[in-house]
Protein backbone atom coordinates (compact mmCIF):
# COMPACT_ATOMS: atom_id res chain seq x y z
CA UNK A 1 0.00 0.00 0.00
CA UNK A 2 1.21 3.31 -1.19
CA UNK A 3 1.86 5.66 2.17
CA UNK A 4 2.07 9.07 2.05
CA UNK A 5 5.18 11.05 3.25
CA UNK A 6 5.48 14.05 5.39
CA UNK A 7 7.81 16.33 6.00
CA UNK A 8 11.60 16.21 5.78
CA UNK A 9 12.89 13.15 3.14
CA UNK A 10 14.28 10.59 5.72
CA UNK A 11 15.58 8.31 3.10
CA UNK A 12 17.26 10.53 0.69
CA UNK A 13 19.07 12.44 3.23
CA UNK A 14 22.09 11.10 6.24
CA UNK A 15 24.66 12.43 8.24
CA UNK A 16 28.05 11.62 6.39
CA UNK A 17 28.87 9.74 9.23
CA UNK A 18 26.51 7.11 8.77
CA UNK A 19 26.95 6.93 4.91
CA UNK A 20 28.69 3.50 3.56
CA UNK A 21 30.86 3.69 0.41
CA UNK A 22 30.13 3.14 -2.51
CA UNK A 23 26.92 3.67 -2.51
CA UNK A 24 25.17 5.62 0.44
CA UNK A 25 21.86 5.29 -0.72
CA UNK A 26 19.03 2.00 -1.71
CA UNK A 27 18.19 1.40 -5.29
CA UNK A 28 14.82 2.52 -5.31
CA UNK A 29 12.23 4.21 -7.68
CA UNK A 30 14.30 7.01 -8.68
CA UNK A 31 13.59 10.63 -9.23
CA UNK A 32 14.58 12.93 -12.07
CA UNK A 33 15.05 16.66 -10.92
CA UNK A 34 14.23 19.54 -13.51
CA UNK A 35 18.47 20.15 -12.73
CA UNK A 36 19.40 17.28 -15.31
CA UNK A 37 22.58 19.91 -16.51
CA UNK A 38 24.94 16.76 -17.17
CA UNK A 39 25.73 15.96 -20.60
CA UNK A 40 23.66 13.05 -21.89
CA UNK A 41 24.60 10.87 -25.03
CA UNK A 42 23.55 13.00 -27.63
CA UNK A 43 25.88 15.93 -26.44
CA UNK A 44 28.39 13.21 -26.46
CA UNK A 45 27.74 12.23 -29.68
CA UNK A 46 27.94 15.37 -31.75
CA UNK A 47 30.94 16.23 -30.52
CA UNK A 48 32.38 13.90 -33.39
CA UNK A 49 32.98 16.37 -36.60
CA UNK A 50 30.83 15.33 -39.61
CA UNK A 51 28.53 12.98 -37.70
CA UNK A 52 24.79 11.98 -37.60
CA UNK A 53 23.00 10.22 -35.07
CA UNK A 54 19.89 7.98 -35.01
CA UNK A 55 17.86 7.19 -32.06
CA UNK A 56 15.40 4.19 -32.42
CA UNK A 57 12.88 3.43 -29.69
CA UNK A 58 9.64 4.39 -28.11
CA UNK A 59 8.21 8.23 -28.68
CA UNK A 60 8.60 8.36 -24.77
CA UNK A 61 11.86 7.40 -24.47
CA UNK A 62 12.41 9.72 -28.01
CA UNK A 63 11.56 13.06 -26.02
CA UNK A 64 14.37 13.51 -23.88
CA UNK A 65 16.67 12.75 -27.08
CA UNK A 66 15.15 15.44 -29.47
CA UNK A 67 14.78 18.15 -26.65
CA UNK A 68 18.24 18.17 -26.18
CA UNK A 69 19.41 18.29 -29.66
CA UNK A 70 16.67 20.84 -30.09
CA UNK A 71 18.36 22.88 -27.63
CA UNK A 72 21.81 22.26 -28.75
CA UNK A 73 20.11 23.84 -32.56
CA UNK A 74 21.73 19.95 -34.20
CA UNK A 75 18.43 18.91 -34.98
CA UNK A 76 20.76 18.88 -38.97
CA UNK A 77 22.25 16.29 -37.49
CA UNK A 78 19.88 13.70 -35.63
CA UNK A 79 16.99 11.58 -36.74
CA UNK A 80 15.05 8.79 -34.97
CA UNK A 81 12.68 6.19 -36.20
CA UNK A 82 9.88 5.45 -33.78
CA UNK A 83 8.68 2.09 -32.37
CA UNK A 84 5.68 1.27 -31.87
CA UNK A 85 3.22 -1.75 -30.37
CA UNK A 86 2.93 -3.01 -33.24
CA UNK A 87 6.25 -2.97 -34.49
CA UNK A 88 7.02 -5.26 -31.48
CA UNK A 89 5.00 -8.39 -32.88
CA UNK A 90 4.13 -7.37 -36.55
CA UNK A 91 7.72 -6.79 -37.75
CA UNK A 92 10.89 -8.17 -39.01
CA UNK A 93 12.81 -5.72 -36.50
CA UNK A 94 16.28 -6.15 -38.77
CA UNK A 95 14.38 -5.27 -41.94
CA UNK A 96 12.95 -2.73 -39.76
CA UNK A 97 16.22 -1.37 -38.91
CA UNK A 98 18.44 -1.72 -42.05
CA UNK A 99 15.08 -0.26 -44.11
CA UNK A 100 14.31 3.02 -41.74
CA UNK A 101 17.78 3.83 -41.21
CA UNK A 102 18.67 3.55 -45.34
CA UNK A 103 15.92 5.87 -45.98
CA UNK A 104 17.12 8.74 -43.57
CA UNK A 105 20.29 7.94 -44.91
CA UNK A 106 19.30 8.56 -48.54
CA UNK A 107 17.11 11.42 -47.70
CA UNK A 108 20.08 13.57 -45.78
CA UNK A 109 21.05 16.45 -47.33
CA UNK A 110 24.99 15.53 -47.68
CA UNK A 111 25.89 12.24 -46.61
CA UNK A 112 27.88 12.17 -43.44
CA UNK A 113 31.53 10.69 -42.39
CA UNK A 114 29.92 8.43 -39.25
CA UNK A 115 26.86 7.76 -38.29
CA UNK A 116 26.08 6.62 -34.64
CA UNK A 117 23.24 4.10 -33.90
CA UNK A 118 20.96 3.94 -31.25
CA UNK A 119 18.56 1.28 -30.37
CA UNK A 120 16.91 0.79 -27.34
CA UNK A 121 16.23 -1.89 -24.52
CA UNK A 122 13.41 -3.07 -26.41
CA UNK A 123 15.84 -4.11 -29.16
CA UNK A 124 17.41 -6.51 -26.41
CA UNK A 125 13.99 -7.78 -25.03
CA UNK A 126 13.00 -8.80 -29.36
CA UNK A 127 16.23 -10.30 -29.76
CA UNK A 128 17.45 -7.93 -32.33
CA UNK A 129 20.73 -9.61 -34.84
CA UNK A 130 22.43 -6.39 -34.29
CA UNK A 131 25.66 -8.17 -36.40
CA UNK A 132 23.66 -8.65 -39.38
CA UNK A 133 22.07 -5.44 -39.18
CA UNK A 134 25.16 -3.19 -39.43
CA UNK A 135 27.31 -5.83 -41.78
CA UNK A 136 24.44 -4.62 -44.01
CA UNK A 137 24.90 -1.56 -43.53
CA UNK A 138 28.19 -1.51 -44.27
CA UNK A 139 28.10 -3.13 -46.94
CA UNK A 140 25.33 -0.72 -48.56
CA UNK A 141 27.13 2.09 -47.57
CA UNK A 142 31.08 1.88 -47.21
CA UNK A 143 31.88 5.52 -47.07
CA UNK A 144 30.16 5.82 -44.06
CA UNK A 145 31.73 4.37 -40.29
CA UNK A 146 28.97 2.94 -38.52
CA UNK A 147 29.15 3.69 -34.81
CA UNK A 148 26.72 1.20 -32.85
CA UNK A 149 25.76 2.73 -29.74
CA UNK A 150 23.16 1.57 -27.25
CA UNK A 151 20.28 3.66 -25.81
CA UNK A 152 19.79 0.83 -23.17
CA UNK A 153 19.73 2.23 -19.34
CA UNK A 154 18.13 -0.81 -17.88
CA UNK A 155 21.33 -3.24 -18.07
CA UNK A 156 23.75 -0.19 -16.59
CA UNK A 157 24.31 -1.82 -13.13
CA UNK A 158 25.28 -4.98 -15.05
CA UNK A 159 27.00 -4.19 -18.10
CA UNK A 160 28.56 -0.98 -19.74
CA UNK A 161 26.22 2.39 -19.38
CA UNK A 162 25.07 3.85 -22.21
CA UNK A 163 27.76 6.73 -21.59
CA UNK A 164 30.85 3.92 -21.46
CA UNK A 165 29.71 2.31 -24.32
CA UNK A 166 29.23 4.99 -26.92
CA UNK A 167 32.68 6.32 -26.00
CA UNK A 168 34.06 3.04 -26.54
CA UNK A 169 32.61 2.65 -29.94
CA UNK A 170 33.62 6.28 -31.04
CA UNK A 171 36.97 5.63 -30.55
CA UNK A 172 36.85 2.55 -32.09
CA UNK A 173 36.33 4.39 -35.38
CA UNK A 174 40.44 5.07 -34.76
CA UNK A 175 42.87 3.33 -37.49
CA UNK A 176 46.14 1.73 -36.42
CA UNK A 177 48.51 4.72 -37.81
CA UNK A 178 52.49 5.33 -37.30
CA UNK A 179 52.66 6.94 -34.14
CA UNK A 180 53.61 10.60 -34.10
CA UNK A 181 57.19 11.75 -32.39
CA UNK A 182 56.17 13.92 -29.35
CA UNK A 183 52.21 13.21 -29.95
CA UNK A 184 49.57 12.25 -27.39
CA UNK A 185 45.71 12.58 -27.23
CA UNK A 186 43.13 13.38 -23.70
CA UNK A 187 40.80 10.75 -24.45
CA UNK A 188 37.12 10.88 -23.38
CA UNK A 189 36.29 14.15 -22.48
CA UNK A 190 33.41 16.25 -23.04
CA UNK A 191 34.87 19.37 -21.64
CA UNK A 192 38.14 21.09 -23.50
CA UNK A 193 40.55 20.73 -20.96
CA UNK A 194 42.01 24.76 -20.17
CA UNK A 195 44.96 25.26 -22.10
CA UNK A 196 46.47 27.33 -19.40
CA UNK A 197 46.89 23.88 -16.90
CA UNK A 198 49.49 22.78 -15.56
CA UNK A 199 48.56 19.47 -17.20
CA UNK A 200 48.61 20.97 -20.57
CA UNK A 201 51.50 23.22 -20.27
CA UNK A 202 53.93 20.27 -19.14
CA UNK A 203 52.97 19.15 -22.15
CA UNK A 204 52.89 21.82 -24.91
CA UNK A 205 55.56 23.86 -23.01
CA UNK A 206 57.95 20.45 -23.85
CA UNK A 207 57.29 20.39 -27.19
CA UNK A 208 54.28 17.93 -27.57
CA UNK A 209 51.42 17.88 -29.50
CA UNK A 210 47.93 17.08 -27.76
CA UNK A 211 45.01 15.94 -30.00
CA UNK A 212 41.11 16.38 -28.19
CA UNK A 213 38.03 14.97 -29.98
CA UNK A 214 36.58 18.92 -28.48
CA UNK A 215 38.64 20.45 -30.31
CA UNK A 216 38.85 18.67 -33.38
CA UNK A 217 37.05 20.49 -36.52
CA UNK A 218 36.68 17.29 -39.15
CA UNK A 219 36.50 14.24 -39.00
CA UNK A 220 40.10 13.65 -40.26
CA UNK A 221 41.48 15.40 -37.18
CA UNK A 222 39.42 13.25 -35.22
CA UNK A 223 41.24 10.04 -37.12
CA UNK A 224 44.56 11.79 -36.47
CA UNK A 225 43.71 10.67 -32.86
CA UNK A 226 45.44 7.42 -33.64
CA UNK A 227 48.66 9.21 -34.45
CA UNK A 228 49.44 9.66 -30.32
CA UNK A 229 51.73 7.70 -28.29
CA UNK A 230 49.82 8.04 -25.55
CA UNK A 231 46.30 8.67 -23.90
CA UNK A 232 45.24 10.84 -21.09
CA UNK A 233 41.88 10.17 -19.55
CA UNK A 234 40.29 11.63 -16.31
CA UNK A 235 36.65 11.10 -17.48
CA UNK A 236 35.23 8.39 -15.30
CA UNK A 237 33.38 7.12 -18.54
CA UNK A 238 36.44 6.49 -20.25
CA UNK A 239 37.88 3.42 -18.95
CA UNK A 240 36.48 1.06 -21.78
CA UNK A 241 37.78 2.94 -24.45
CA UNK A 242 41.02 4.26 -22.85
CA UNK A 243 41.72 0.34 -22.48
CA UNK A 244 40.69 -0.57 -26.00
CA UNK A 245 42.91 2.33 -27.61
CA UNK A 246 45.64 0.78 -25.54
CA UNK A 247 44.99 -2.68 -26.81
CA UNK A 248 44.33 -2.04 -30.17
CA UNK A 249 46.58 1.05 -31.17
CA UNK A 250 48.84 0.00 -28.81
CA UNK A 251 48.81 3.91 -26.97
CA UNK A 252 50.14 3.75 -23.35
CA UNK A 253 47.17 5.23 -20.92
CA UNK A 254 47.43 7.11 -18.02
CA UNK A 255 44.38 7.38 -16.04
CA UNK A 256 44.90 11.36 -14.57
CA UNK A 257 42.29 11.57 -11.85
CA UNK A 258 40.68 15.14 -11.57
CA UNK A 259 41.50 15.40 -8.05
CA UNK A 260 41.79 18.25 -5.50
CA UNK A 261 44.73 18.25 -3.63
CA UNK A 262 47.87 18.95 -3.97
CA UNK A 263 49.57 16.23 -2.98
CA UNK A 264 47.58 14.16 -5.38
CA UNK A 265 47.55 16.93 -8.45
CA UNK A 266 51.46 16.47 -7.86
CA UNK A 267 51.50 12.76 -8.23
CA UNK A 268 49.86 13.19 -11.99
CA UNK A 269 51.63 15.73 -13.43
CA UNK A 270 54.85 14.08 -12.12
CA UNK A 271 53.48 10.56 -14.32
CA UNK A 272 53.00 12.63 -17.33
CA UNK A 273 55.97 14.16 -16.66
CA UNK A 274 57.83 10.88 -16.52
CA UNK A 275 56.10 9.36 -19.60
CA UNK A 276 57.51 12.60 -21.97
CA UNK A 277 60.90 12.07 -19.83
CA UNK A 278 61.22 15.62 -18.41
CA UNK A 279 62.14 16.66 -14.91
CA UNK A 280 59.85 16.99 -12.23
CA UNK A 281 58.99 20.50 -12.01
CA UNK A 282 59.12 22.15 -9.02
CA UNK A 283 55.37 22.36 -7.73
CA UNK A 284 56.15 24.73 -4.66
CA UNK A 285 55.30 27.97 -6.48
CA UNK A 286 52.19 26.77 -8.27
CA UNK A 287 51.15 25.63 -4.59
CA UNK A 288 51.67 29.09 -2.85
CA UNK A 289 49.82 30.54 -5.88
CA UNK A 290 46.41 28.43 -4.92
CA UNK A 291 46.83 29.49 -1.29
CA UNK A 292 46.76 32.82 -1.99
CA UNK A 293 43.64 32.49 -4.42
CA UNK A 294 41.77 30.46 -1.31
CA UNK A 295 42.64 32.85 1.25
CA UNK A 296 41.34 35.45 -0.77
CA UNK A 297 38.12 33.66 -1.48
CA UNK A 298 37.83 32.69 2.25
CA UNK A 299 38.47 36.72 3.44
CA UNK A 300 34.91 37.31 0.97
CA UNK A 301 32.81 34.39 2.25
CA UNK A 302 33.40 33.46 5.17
CA UNK A 303 31.77 30.84 7.05
CA UNK A 304 29.31 30.80 4.38
CA UNK A 305 27.72 27.35 3.71
CA UNK A 306 28.91 25.55 0.88
CA UNK A 307 27.10 22.78 -0.84
CA UNK A 308 28.58 20.60 -3.76
CA UNK A 309 27.02 18.45 -5.65
CA UNK A 310 28.11 14.84 -8.09
CA UNK A 311 27.56 17.10 -11.49
CA UNK A 312 30.08 19.44 -10.16
CA UNK A 313 33.32 17.52 -10.30
CA UNK A 314 33.71 13.73 -10.38
CA UNK A 315 35.22 13.63 -7.51
CA UNK A 316 32.96 16.08 -4.72
CA UNK A 317 35.07 14.44 -1.64
CA UNK A 318 38.19 15.74 -3.30
CA UNK A 319 37.01 19.16 -3.50
CA UNK A 320 35.34 19.05 -0.41
CA UNK A 321 38.51 18.05 1.69
CA UNK A 322 40.37 20.69 -0.24
CA UNK A 323 37.75 23.39 0.97
CA UNK A 324 37.41 22.16 4.25
CA UNK A 325 41.31 22.01 5.08
CA UNK A 326 41.52 25.72 3.94
CA UNK A 327 38.47 26.43 6.49
CA UNK A 328 35.73 26.87 4.43
CA UNK A 329 32.30 25.58 5.57
CA UNK A 330 30.98 23.18 3.44
CA UNK A 331 27.42 21.81 4.98
CA UNK A 332 26.30 19.67 2.22
CA UNK A 333 27.25 16.97 -0.46
CA UNK A 334 24.80 15.63 -3.07
CA UNK A 335 26.14 12.47 -4.50
CA UNK A 336 24.44 8.68 -5.60
CA UNK A 337 27.95 6.92 -5.38
CA UNK A 338 31.62 7.59 -4.65
CA UNK A 339 34.40 6.60 -7.18
CA UNK A 340 36.88 4.82 -6.56
CA UNK A 341 39.63 7.19 -7.27
CA UNK A 342 37.24 9.66 -4.65
CA UNK A 343 37.13 6.33 -1.81
CA UNK A 344 40.62 7.81 0.01
CA UNK A 345 38.62 11.65 0.43
CA UNK A 346 35.55 10.40 1.53
CA UNK A 347 36.60 8.48 4.39
CA UNK A 348 39.03 11.04 5.52
CA UNK A 349 36.01 13.72 5.01
CA UNK A 350 33.41 10.79 6.80
CA UNK A 351 35.93 10.61 9.84
CA UNK A 352 36.66 14.23 10.34
CA UNK A 353 33.44 16.20 8.75
CA UNK A 354 30.94 13.30 10.36
CA UNK A 355 28.12 15.61 10.62
CA UNK A 356 27.54 16.77 6.58
CA UNK A 357 24.26 16.26 5.22
CA UNK A 358 24.72 13.60 2.61
CA UNK A 359 21.70 13.84 -0.01
CA UNK A 360 20.55 11.93 -3.07
CA UNK A 361 19.90 13.65 -6.25
CA UNK A 362 17.53 10.96 -7.63
CA UNK A 363 15.71 9.11 -4.57
CA UNK A 364 12.15 9.43 -5.15
CA UNK A 365 11.95 11.12 -1.60
CA UNK A 366 14.09 14.29 -2.96
CA UNK A 367 10.59 15.31 -4.54
CA UNK A 368 9.14 16.32 -1.50
CA UNK A 369 12.23 18.40 -0.51
CA UNK A 370 11.70 22.08 0.50
CA UNK A 371 13.94 23.70 -1.26
CA UNK A 372 13.41 26.98 0.67
CA UNK A 373 13.95 25.80 4.25
CA UNK A 374 17.35 27.16 5.07
CA UNK A 375 17.87 29.98 6.23
CA UNK A 376 20.95 32.78 4.86
CA UNK A 377 23.10 32.53 1.85
CA UNK A 378 24.34 29.40 0.18
CA UNK A 379 27.04 28.94 -1.79
CA UNK A 380 26.04 26.10 -4.32
CA UNK A 381 29.09 24.59 -6.25
CA UNK A 382 26.65 22.76 -9.05
CA UNK A 383 23.77 22.68 -10.78
CA UNK A 384 21.84 20.20 -8.50
CA UNK A 385 23.04 21.43 -5.55
CA UNK A 386 21.71 24.76 -6.42
CA UNK A 387 18.22 23.89 -7.51
CA UNK A 388 18.03 21.86 -4.22
CA UNK A 389 18.79 24.55 -2.07
CA UNK A 390 17.05 27.14 -4.02
CA UNK A 391 19.92 29.78 -4.27
CA UNK A 392 20.89 32.10 -7.37
CA UNK A 393 24.30 31.82 -5.67
CA UNK A 394 26.04 29.07 -7.41
CA UNK A 395 29.08 28.11 -10.06
CA UNK A 396 27.17 26.85 -13.10
CA UNK A 397 29.50 24.18 -14.83
CA UNK A 398 29.66 20.78 -15.11
CA UNK A 399 32.25 18.12 -14.80
CA UNK A 400 34.87 20.10 -13.56
CA UNK A 401 34.39 22.33 -16.18
CA UNK A 402 37.71 21.69 -18.24
CA UNK A 403 39.81 22.94 -14.96
CA UNK A 404 42.78 20.77 -14.22
CA UNK A 405 45.52 20.60 -11.63
CA UNK A 406 46.65 23.78 -9.24
CA UNK A 407 45.53 25.96 -12.57
CA UNK A 408 41.90 24.81 -12.21
CA UNK A 409 42.22 25.23 -8.33
CA UNK A 410 43.04 29.52 -8.64
CA UNK A 411 40.24 29.62 -11.51
CA UNK A 412 37.48 27.77 -9.38
CA UNK A 413 38.54 30.31 -6.47
CA UNK A 414 37.62 33.24 -9.11
CA UNK A 415 34.73 31.78 -10.00
CA UNK A 416 33.34 30.94 -6.36
CA UNK A 417 34.17 34.55 -5.20
CA UNK A 418 32.19 35.93 -8.73
CA UNK A 419 29.22 33.28 -7.80
CA UNK A 420 29.14 34.77 -4.18
CA UNK A 421 28.38 38.25 -5.29
CA UNK A 422 26.43 37.92 -8.69
CA UNK A 423 23.19 36.16 -8.12
CA UNK A 424 21.94 34.22 -11.17
CA UNK A 425 18.63 33.71 -12.76
CA UNK A 426 18.40 29.97 -11.30
CA UNK A 427 14.94 29.35 -12.94
CA UNK A 428 15.66 30.31 -16.36
CA UNK A 429 18.85 28.07 -16.21
CA UNK A 430 17.34 25.70 -14.68
CA UNK A 431 14.25 25.21 -17.83
CA UNK A 432 17.51 24.51 -19.97
CA UNK A 433 18.10 20.56 -19.93
CA UNK A 434 21.54 21.27 -20.23
CA UNK A 435 21.36 23.78 -17.75
CA UNK A 436 23.38 26.23 -19.77
CA UNK A 437 26.51 24.44 -19.87
CA UNK A 438 28.70 24.69 -22.90
CA UNK A 439 27.36 23.32 -26.06
CA UNK A 440 30.07 21.68 -27.71
CA UNK A 441 28.73 23.58 -31.41
CA UNK A 442 29.69 26.91 -30.38
Request: negative net charge.
Amino acid sequence: MLQKINGRPSRACMRLADAAYPSPFAHTLEYSSPARGTWNIVHTGMLVPESHQIYICASGCLRGVVLTAAEMGAMDRFSSLEVREKDLVDVDNERFLIDGISDIVDRLPRRPRAILVFPACVHHFLGVNFRYVYDQLRAKYPDIDWIPCMMDPIRQTRSLTPEQRERREIYRQLRPLPHEEKACNILGSNLPTDPESDLLRLLTDNGWTVRDLTTCQTYDDFLAMAKGQFNIWYNTFTAPAAKECQERLQQDSLHIPQLWGYDEIADGLNRVADRISVPHPDWRPRIAACELALDALHELIGGTPIAIDMSFVFHPFSLARLLLTHGFHVTQLFTDVIFPEDESDFRWVQAHYGDIELWSTKNADMRLMDRQSHAGKVLALGQKAAYFNDTPYFVNFIEGGGLFAYEGIIRLAHLMSEAFLIPKDTRTLVLQKGWGGPCCLC
